[in-house]
C-alpha cells in the first residue's frame, strides 16, 4: 500500500530538523516523515569535511532560535554544528522520523485528490511511492552530487591530485607539499590558514579578489552575558544584537557603499602592513555586499600570510602544466596538490521533477511568494535562507509560517492553499540582487521574484518578521477544496 502522512519534509539537515521541531511543537496533531537522500544528520555540515569547515555567520543566529547555542566559540568550526543539529534531533526525537536513504525523484500533484503523489528512491535502487498533503522541501540550494568545477586547460597533464572541497577525500595527506587553492570565497579563506599549518606552503589563486573582514571567534559579549542571564534569555538578547548589528551593516554597504568600502579596505591594511599589495590582492571591483563578504574568525587569513606559509597570487589561468599551474602573465606556480574551490552548483527542490496536474513546473519561471512558497503551486514550501544573513534566521520564520499555514487550513476546513498572482501585473525580477557566480550561473533554475510583496523577496529579518509571523495569511492565497465527491480522505 502506499504510505499517506500529512507532511514530508525533504532533508535532514540545519532546514529540515528545525521544519521538524516546529510541526511537532505547532502541529502535533499532523503525522509527518523526513526523507533524507543520505545516511546521516546534518546536510552541508556532514556533507563538507574539508580542512578548517566552519560557519561563516555567528551561530547566534546561525543556530535555532529555541534551542540556545552554549559553546564559547560562536564562530563554530562544521563537527560542533554538525553534532548540534543531531543533537537538536535526537533530544526532540525526530531522529525517529528520519528515513534515509530516500531520495526523492520527482513529486506530482492532483488537484481532485489534494494530494502530492512521490517517487521515491531508497538504497539499492528500489523506487517506492508515497502520498502527502503538503510537501516541505528543506534540501537546501546546491546540488550534493556535483560542485562547480571549470574545465581547466591542462588538467589531464598535472601529476600530482586535483581535488574539490565539497568530495575531500580522507586519504589525502598535503604535510610538507605545495598546495594551490583556486578561489578567494569563503571555502577558499577557511582552507588556506589551515592547510598552512602542515603544508609546505599554500597559494590562494585568485581571479578578483572578495571582501574580507575580521571577527572575534568568540563573542565576549554573549559569554559575559550566559554567565549573568538564564540560557534562553542570553541567546535571545545576542541573537538580536547580532541581527541589528547586521542590518544595519548592510545597510550602510548598501546606501554609502564608498565609505563602507574604503573602511573594510583599510581593516586588511591594518592586518596586513603598508607594504603589501592589499591594491591588488584584497580590492575587489564591485561594492560590498553585491556579493556576499567572507569572514575571517581571530584574523587566521592574515596571520598565515604574514607569517610567509602562505601567499595569494590574484592572476588568470593559463593551463595546468604536470608539476602546477602556469598563468596568464607568464608566471608558473609549483604544486603538488591543487584544490578547485571554484564554488557550488545550484539545484532547487532537491533536484526532483514538480507536476502539477500533469503539468511540468519550471522553478525558474515560477515567482517566489513570500520567499517560501511557488506561484500556482499548491501544498509546497521551500527552504532558501538569506544572501546576507545567517540562513536559519529566515528557515525558522518559514518553519513558523508553514505551520501557520497547515492550522488555518485545519480551521477552515480545507486542503488546498496556493499562491496566485492573478491579474495584479506583477512584473518578474531576478531571485537576488547579487553578482555572485554561483548566483549568476543558477539565473535559469532560480524561481524569480516580483516587483512588489508578497511576491518580492525582503532580505531583511525585521520585516519578514513582520510579514510571516504577523501579516495576513489571506493576502494572495487561494484556500480551496476538490471538486465535491472527489474530496480526498
Avoid at 39 to 64: C, E, K, N, Q, V
Avoid at 88 to 107: M, Q, V, Y
Wanted: charged fraction near 20%; charge should be positive; include cysteine.
Amino acid at each position: 500500500m502506499t504510505e499517506h502522512l500529512d507532511v514530508i519534509v525533504v532533508g535532514a539537515g540545519l532546514s529540515g530538523v528545525g521544519a521538524a521541531w516546529h510541526l511537532q511543537q505547532r502541529c502535533p496533531d499532523r503525522s509527518f516523515a523526513i526523507l533524507e537522500a543520505r545516511d546521516a544528520i546534518g546536510g552541508t555540515w556532514d556533507l563538507f569535511r574539508y580542512p578548517g569547515i566552519r560557519s561563516d555567520s555567528d551561530m547566534h543566529t546561525l543556530g535555532y532560535s529555541f534551542r540556545p547555542w552554549t559553546q564559547a566559540k560562536a564562530i563554530a568550526d562544521g563537527p560542533s554544528i554538525r553534532a548540534y543539529v543531531e543533537d537538536t534531533a535526537r533530544e526532540a526525537g525526530i531522529d525517529r522520523k528520519i528515513r534515509f536513504r530516500h531520495r526523492l525523484i520527482s513529486a506530482e500533484w492532483s488537484t481532485p485528490d489534494a494530494r502530492w503523489t512521490l517517487q521515491v528512491e531508497k538504497e539499492g535502487g528500489e523506487r517506492v511511492e508515497m502520498t502527502c498533503g503538503f510537501l516541505y522541501v528543506c534540501s537546501g540550494y546546491y546540488d550534493y552530487a556535483a560542485g562547480h568545477a571549470p574545465d581547466f586547460p591542462g588538467s589531464a597533464d598535472f601529476s600530482g591530485r586535483i581535488v574539490h572541497p565539497q568530495f575531500w577525500p580522507e586519504d589525502l595527506d598535503y604535510s610538507g607539499k605545495q598546495v594551490v587553492v583556486i578561489g578567494s570565497g569563503a571555502t577558499a579563506v577557511t582552507l588556506l590558514p589551515e592547510m598552512a599549518r602542515h603544508a609546505a606552503h599554500v597559494t590562494m589563486l585568485q581571479r578578483s579578489p572578495t571582501y574580507v573582514v575580521t571577527r572575534p571567534a568568540q563573542d565576549g559579549f554573549a559569554n559575559w552575558l550566559r554567565r549573568r542571564l538564564p540560557a534562553r534569555a542570553a541567546y535571545g538578547v545576542t541573537r538580536w544584537k547580532n541581527v541589528l548589528f547586521g542590518m544595519f551593516f548592510y545597510r550602510m554597504a548598501r546606501r554609502r557603499p564608498e565609505r563602507v568600502k574604503e573602511r573594510l579596505i583599510g581593516m586588511v591594511r591594518e592586518q596586513l602592513g603598508a607594504d603589501y599589495d592589499v591594491a591588488t590582492h584584497f580590492t575587489p571591483r564591485y561594492n560590498p555586499w553585491d556579493q556576499r563578504i567572507c569572514l575571517v574568525p581571530d584574523a587566521d587569513l592574515f596571520a598565515a600570510l604574514r607569517s610567509g606559509a602562505a601567499s595569494v597570487v590574484t592572476d588568470t589561468i593559463e593551463t595546468f602544466t604536470p608539476a602546477g599551474i602556469r598563468l596568464a602573465s607568464g608566471r608558473e606556480i609549483p604544486a603538488d596538490v591543487i584544490v578547485t574551490a571554484t564554488g557550488l552548483k545550484l539545484a532547487m527542490m532537491g533536484g526532483a521533477r514538480i507536476a502539477v496536474d500533469g503539468v511540468p513546473v519550471n522553478v525558474g519561471q515560477a515567482i517566489q511568494y513570500k520567499g517560501m512558497m511557488l506561484s500556482d503551486v499548491p501544498n509546497l514550501a521551500f527552504t532558501f535562507g538569506y544572501t546576507n544573513a545567517s540562513w536559519t534566521l529566515k528557515a525558522d520564520l518559514v518553519a513558523a509560517y508553514v505551520c501557520r499555514l497547515l492550522n488555518t487550513m485545519k480551521r477552515r476546513g480545507v486542503q488546498q492553499a496556493t499562491p496566485r498572482i492573478g491579474d495584479s501585473g506583477v512584473a518578474p525580477e531576478p531571485f537576488a540582487d547579487f553578482t555572485s557566480g554561483y548566483i549568476q550561473r543558477a539565473e535559469a533554475v532560480l524561481p524569480k521574484q516580483g516587483n512588489r510583496k508578497p511576491w518580492r523577496l525582503n532580505q531583511n529579518y525585521a520585516l519578514d518578521v513582520m510579514a510571516l509571523r504577523f501579516g495576513s495569511i489571506d493576502d494572495s492565497m487561494e484556500f480551496a477544496n476538490p471538486p465535491a465527491g472527489r474530496r480526498a480522505a
